[in-house]
């Protein structure tokens, strides 16, 4: 029986990502979970996040699922590559799928980079995990990179903060500890599904020619040629333009917050789940 497409984050960031990929896969059932009441994961270890992730993952798996996007920097960080490599091979059906959001990301940084420089702006516990840096290297070995851990961006935005002097304050902090130490950066990844809330107030303090992106196109762009290169993966998934959405938080708590992410004229109903 087909399933829809697995969207998990640790709350509401992922929201920026499954908005492009149901923009770029219309067609498709999607089945988000946001583990909003363990949020966020940006300061927890990585054996915390590792088990956060692998329960949500396989959450979504007894749902059906054939396929899980990991639509979390911190969760592809610390438990992507594990659960591919230990957990999927023995599991009762190691035909299954989880991708992240970070080597998408690399490959569009390095396209769009001219002095292969390029700064990364994430959580304290993606920037910790240096794995923007590793991927950065293992690919593309001739690129420079400098990161910035932003602790305050995720709260700024989670309380509708993204507008107020605060947050210009904050974006405005860290971008100039960034380009105090690399002035040849031209490329700019928005590390934290959050960020691209405060894209507006980013670019409000970039230098001349520096591009900031959101990782949401990339990793859409991603997912679809990736389903083109596994019709035996494609075929699993439901069609009929549906998304459902799971949070173990208050369902309407996640319902109204989530238009922050999505949109005011967009009406998320959430079903309260327990992750064990």
Known sequence: ??????????????????????????????????????????????????EFTKTA????????????????????AK??????????????DPTRRVLGVIRPTV???????????IGVLGTEGTVASRSYELELAKLFPQIRVVSEACPMWVPLVENRETGTPAA??????????????????DTLILGCTHYPILLPQIRKFLPPGVNAFPQGECVARSLKNYLSRHP???GRISR????????????????????????????????HIELK
């Not at 054939?66 to 592809?76: D, G, H, R």
């Not at 569009?108 to 420089?117: C, F, I, Q």
């Open 232 to 234: 035996e993966m494609e």
């Open 79 to 92: 438990a992507l590559r594990t659960l591919q490599q230990e957990d999927l091979p023995k599991s009762d």
């Open 168 to 185: 210009e304050f904050f974006v405005k902090r860290h971008l100039n500890a960034l380009f105090s130490r690399d002035e040849k950066i």
């Open 57 to 76: 993952v396989f959450s979504l798996f007894a749902r059906g699922c054939p396929l899980v996007i990991l639509a979390c920097n911190t969760a592809s």
């Open 107 to 117: 490959e569009a940084a390095d396209s769009l980079s001219r002095t292969k420089h």
């Open 1 to 50: 029986m087909n399933a829809p497409i697995g969207i998990f984050d640790s709350g509401y960031g992922g929201l920026t990502i499954f908005q492009k990929i149901r923009e770029s896969l219309p067609a498709y059932d999607f089945l988000y979970l946001g583990d909003n009441a363990r949020a966020p994961y940006g300061t927890r270890s990585f054996e915390v996040v590792y």
């Open 240 to 271: 009929g333009g549906n998304a459902n959405f799971l949070t173990t938080e208050s369902a309407e708590r996640f319902s109204l917050a989530a238009k922050t992410f999505l949109g005011e004229h967009e009406a998320i109903f959430a079903e």
